[in-house]
């Protein structure tokens, strides 16, 4: 696996020049889950701000997802039955995943960008464990994910799934709890070490004492209880009063908007564009400092960043495509949406399944930092594990109808070449669809070439534009042999270093 330097030098100046088909690929790689081949086909030839407007009003307006039935229950609502309760509760956390799991399948920016946040803002459902709270906590990060962040800090830090799982919910007025003032401002807002003291973070963890009130049933909603509340004098980032939860959040925000702006858009970029940010070859630092510039003007609203980086040349550049690895959800959720094979909820419970096998685990990141991502998904078992997880995928959709694969390859190839007899027309075509920027060497294309080309179709059978003298008897869209040699092709180019990336 080749990692790059960002060398990336391009600014945020508009990006103007019609969408090729590399581009219109590398902007659904990295707004959303990728796209079809018809959804490529028809961003090509767009103007880029025209089409991330409309990704972006999207997002906006989007609504979340529907409660379910159970979205209110305590444990009230289940069997008395330990082993009855327990069975209940996994079937609706299934629900909720496959539920969540086709959100990111469908929702292009607004649950790419979801998903980001629940590894900024994490929290592990095996800590709080109750699945009202799991719902509220993945409704917050919906109806926030393009929105007002400051507002999203605010909401996020009182949800019961937050509350529990940095003991907000036991910090009390005559004994403060730490655990959510220190990730507040080490994880969510600023940064480790950057602007505040320890000092700062024992007074605003007493200022964010008294949502403590959490029921006698378990899994109750926790609400504020003004009884545990410590009402003391307290100074924060130099600003003394009698502080409460509201009142940190704006001191943070008022009096260090400029290091927020900084971190969450250094974080943004390094999802977006590459997750190296520091490199000295490239201006990323100066594209970061930027967006914080933006960030900070629109009064800390996410829409407004996005907008900016979505529609640059630096966004656009060739040093931007192909240089993040795919995640696990990216790889199985990717391969879905862009061979357009269709779905059922349990091949998206099945994505599920074996992105935890493979070191992402829904609603349950593997610690308060989150998944650290990029280089942290290639190591020897995962890499295998990508390798043949995905291959079962193909091959279950292969075994219930292999026609599906001539269909992707006369999709991929477009309508004027949807008969070819030229094979050459065909990988190039499914080549560029599955990887970035093709593959690396003419060597590795040749290799692909032979895969595609099985024994079962002589040489001669191809047409004359590709072999001097050839039958042309071989034809895309009739020949027996082509669902095989597709399927062939496709499980040869999974294990290529190329596919890996984004």
């Not at 979801?114 to 459902?125: L, R």
């Not at 004027?416 to 007899?421: I, P, R, V």
């Not at 001669?460 to 071989?474: E, M, Q, V």
Request: hydrophobic residues 40%; negative net charge; aromatic residues 14%.
């Amino acid at each position: 696996m080749e990692f790059f330097v960002n060398c990336n030098t391009s600014t945020l100046a508009p990006y103007t020049t019609p969408l090729d088909k590399l581009r219109a690929a590398h902007l659904y790689r990295r707004l959303g889950f990728s796209a079809s081949v018809q959804t490529i086909d028809q961003a090509v030839g767009q103007n880029a701000g025209t089409l991330v407007d409309s990704l972006i009003n999207e997002a906006v307006n989007m609504a979340p997802l529907t409660p379910p039935v159970w979205a209110d229950w305590n444990n009230s609502n289940y069997p008395a039955d330990d082993d009855a309760r327990r069975q209940l509760e996994r079937q609706q956390r299934d629900e909720w995943r496959i539920a969540y799991t086709g959100a990111l399948l469908n929702n292009n920016l607004r649950d790419r960008l979801s998903f980001f946040w629940s590894n900024h803002f994490v929290t592990e459902i095996d800590v709080y464990d109750c699945n009202s709270f799991l719902y509220y906590y993945i409704d917050c990060l919906q109806r926030n994910a393009i929105g007002n962040f400051k507002t999203f800090v605010s909401e996020i830090g009182l949800t019961s799934a937050m509350l529990y799982y940095l003991d907000g919910a036991y910090n009390n007025g005559n004994n403060p709890n730490e655990n959510y003032s220190r990730e507040l401002f080490e994880l969510f807002t600023l940064g480790e070490g950057n602007g505040y003291t320890e000092q700062d973070v024992i007074e605003a963890a007493r200022a964010l004492t008294g949502y403590v009130e959490r029921g006698e049933l378990g899994c109750e909603q926790v609400t504020f209880d003004h009884t545990r509340f410590d009402a003391g004098s307290k100074t924060i980032l130099g600003r003394t009063g009698n502080w409460g939860y509201d009142d940190v959040i704006d001191i943070l925000f008022e009096e260090r908007p400029n290091e927020i702006a900084r971190f969450i858009c250094q974080k943004l970029y390094e999802f977006f564009v590459h997750p190296d940010s520091d490199d000295d070859a490239g201006n990323a630092q100066t594209i970061i400092s930027q967006l914080a510039t933006t960030f900070v003007a629109s009064n800390f609203e996410i829409a407004p960043v996005l907008s900016q980086l979505f529609q640059s040349q630096h966004f656009f550049d060739d040093e931007a495509i192909g240089v993040i690895i795919k995640s696990p959800f990216d790889i199985y959720l990717g391969m879905i949406n862009e061979t357009n094979f269709g779905y059922d909820d349990n091949l998206l419970l099945n994505v599920v399944n074996v992105s935890r096998m493979l070191g992402q685990e829904m609603f349950d990141p593997f610690d308060v930092a989150g998944w650290q991502r990029d280089r942290t998904w290639i190591n020897t078992n995962f890499i295998i594990g990508r390798w043949l997880t995905s291959e079962v995928f193909l091959e279950a959709y292969f075994q219930n109808n292999p026609e599906l694969f001539r269909t992707l390859a006369m999709d991929a190839v477009g309508t004027a070449n949807s008969n070819t007899s030229n094979p050459e027309i065909v990988v190039s075509a499914l080549v560029d669809k599955f990887t970035p920027k093709g593959l690396l060497t003419a060597q590795d294309f040749e290799n692909a070439m032979s895969v595609f080309k099985i024994e079962d179709v002589p040489e001669n059978y191809y047409g004359p534009d590709y072999i001097p003298g050839g039958l042309g008897l071989w034809m895309l869209a009739v020949s027996p042999e082509v669902p095989q040699q597709v399927f062939f092709l496709m499980m040869h180019l999974i294990r290529q270093p190329e596919f890996q990336l984004k």
